[in-house]
């Protein structure tokens, strides 16, 4: 393995395995989320610039209070309400494809979908919500910018800033086939009564990795459904040791070699390398949400968390599946002039 690479790997278990060992010794509310940022941030080829992470920190805290505010004031009347839940998904789109990037994408579909959720069930605990989004936030990218300053990373030269910036779709066409994939699902979400907030966040990420992606098609979805897959069965095994050795260092060491295999697996040649990214997260979000801090029940919770969240990967999946054929990212070449 390349040194940049050995070297991006020990950023990524050390950081996101601190965050996630902190939340655990200090208990604070969603402390899985707060690792999921800084799994995100360090899976980053460079440290997010700190007027950008001032901005995004902001734009959390303006984002959570505004989504709060009109979720309390139209939460007596459902169909309005569902109607403000589908134009903040369908914003979220169109800000995070538009340039914003990935997480804040994630944060504005946070903003869309759990905040509103959370209102309908207890309006304290959501104001709760409201504050600790951006204070994980907070700590996350502190942490990150803390990895990358002891672990330097090698500069990018143009070309690859130029690579990576490179939007080959149709943007317009992207937004809405997301919006077509995750409000129909949010929408399901709602009118069940569903309350898994963790779900939500994991649609959150799912949908905006599916916009995010450079290709489409039957291929993207194979890939995300291969990652969850993966990150599935790696929070089934890492629970069953936790039962086994129910002690706080366990969960901590397996974040850590959750990182590290993940981590290598990303950096290396073989097939499963492009999902190992999705499921880092994958795991943290299923595993981390079983045993975290407001995690009651616990010896149940490994096993429903898993088939909540494989069951809104289906849902989202085979969503966009469907969304690909009758409505593909690009035209498809007409055979006639071929």
Known sequence: MRTEDRNAVYRLALGVTGVFSLGLFLGWPLAVVGAVFTALFLQAPTALPLAAFAKLFVFSIALMFVSFLLSSVFAPYPVVFLILVAIGIILSFIW???????????????????????????????LVLVFWIPLNLLFA?????????????????????????????????????????????????????????????????????????PAAGKAVAKAMLTANLLGAAASIICYEVNVIAPVIL???????FACVTLGALG??????????????TTVLIVYGGSISPFSDEADVKSITRVLQVASAALFVIIAYVVVDEFWPEKKRENPVNA
């Not at 070309?159 to 992207?174: L, N, V, W």
């Not at 919006?179 to 979400?189: D, I, N, R, Y």
């Not at 366990?250 to 850590?256: A, G, K, R």
């Open 96 to 126: 995070s494809v538009s340039g914003a990037g990935v997480l804040p994408g994630v944060i504005a579909l946070m903003g869309a979908l759990m905040i509103p959720n959370l209102v309908l069930q207890s309006p304290d605990l959501a």
């Open 141 to 213: 990218g502190f942490v990150s910018t803390l990895m990358f300053t002891l672990i330097p990373a090698a500069p990018q030269n143009a070309t690859q800033g130029k690579a990576a910036s490179a939007a080959d779709f149709d943007k317009h066409r992207r937004i809405v086939r997301m919006s077509l994939v995750t409000v129909p699902f949010a929408l399901a979400f709602f009118v069940s009564g569903a309350s898994a907030l963790l779900v939500l966040f994991f649609v959150a990420l799912l949908s905006q990795q599916l916009a995010a992606m």
């Open 250 to 256: 366990t969960p901590i060491l397996l974040c850590f």
């Open 267 to 280: 950096k290396s040649q073989i097939p499963l390398a492009a999902a190992a990214g999705s499921a880092l």
